[in-house]
């Protein structure tokens, strides 16, 4: 079973202050994907890194991914109350069936971020 | 709004029982996936179908099942249900090999 180990559990914060969470496992994924969730709704997808070493940004949040493929980072610059939410990570499994291909996502536990105003 | 709905948003029921949950896919999308969120365990995913044929299982119990219709929409039948089912079931779907769009999901509640 591949698991995906995600820390801090949680994480509250001022507004302004500066953040980073983390995302590893055992084991490489086809890609890696960071998820932002409201409460009663359903994840959304934040973005998808593929590449070893990869690295990209998004206004003020940067996505990491570990040059082995195994791990990575959320980091949020100036934190803001709405970025309030909980933060998912998912390492997605593509592999072939006779069928088709399948994917398959496996969650961390998730960070729940606070950021206080 | 992802465009993936799920019916209902809430289904009380008594251990022993079954239920069925129904997702429609964001038109076009052929697949279609199921996971399960709870508080010990996170959000765990279940199953995917493909233009109605299975394609990936994950840890979805044997008194769970899942199948996708002709019109693409899905249903999740869970029976023998006990306390431990107890949890937020979300659906979610995709054209292709791109992103997972998630419905609004199910909330569970077995008494």
């Known amino acids: 079973t591949q698991l995906l180990e995600q820390s801090p559990q949680f994480l509250s914060i001022q507004e302004g202050e500066n953040l980073t969470v983390y995302c590893n496992s055992s084991?490489?994924?086809?890609?890696l994907q960071w998820y932002r969730q409201e409460p009663g709704e359903g994840p959304v997808l934040l973005v998808t890194?593929?590449?070893?070493?990869e690295v990209k940004k998004l206004k003020r949040l940067t996505f990491q991914f570990g040059d082995a493929r195994k791990d990575s980072s959320l980091h949020i610059t100036a934190a803001q109350p709405g970025d309030t939410g909980l933060y998912l990570c998912?390492?997605?499994?593509?592999?072939?069936?006779?069928?088709?291909?399948?994917?398959?996502?496996?969650f961390g536990s998730g960070t729940q971020l606070t950021v206080l105003p | 709004d992802s465009g993936v709905t799920q019916t209902p948003k809430h289904l009380i029921t008594a251990t022993g029982q079954r239920v069925t949950l129904r997702c429609s896919p964001r038109s076009g999308d052929l697949s279609v996936y199921w996971y399960q969120q709870s508080l010990d365990q996170g959000l765990q995913f279940l199953i995917q179908?493909?233009?109605?044929?299975?394609?990936a299982k994950g840890n979805i119990l044997e008194r769970f099942s899942a199948q996708q219709f002709p019109d693409l929409h899905s249903e999740l039948n869970l029976s023998s249900l006990e306390l431990g089912d107890s949890a937020l079931y979300f659906c979610?779907?995709?054209?292709?090999?791109?992103?997972?769009?998630f419905g609004p999901g199910t909330r569970l509640t077995v008494l």
């Open positions: 890194v593929v590449t070893g070493g």
């Open positions: 979610a779907s995709s054209g292709g090999d791109n992103e997972q769009f």
């Open positions: 084991s490489v994924f086809s890609s």
């Open positions: 998912a390492g997605e499994l593509r592999y072939q069936r006779e069928s088709g291909s399948a994917r398959q996502l496996t």
């Open positions: 179908y493909y233009n109605g044929e299975e394609r």
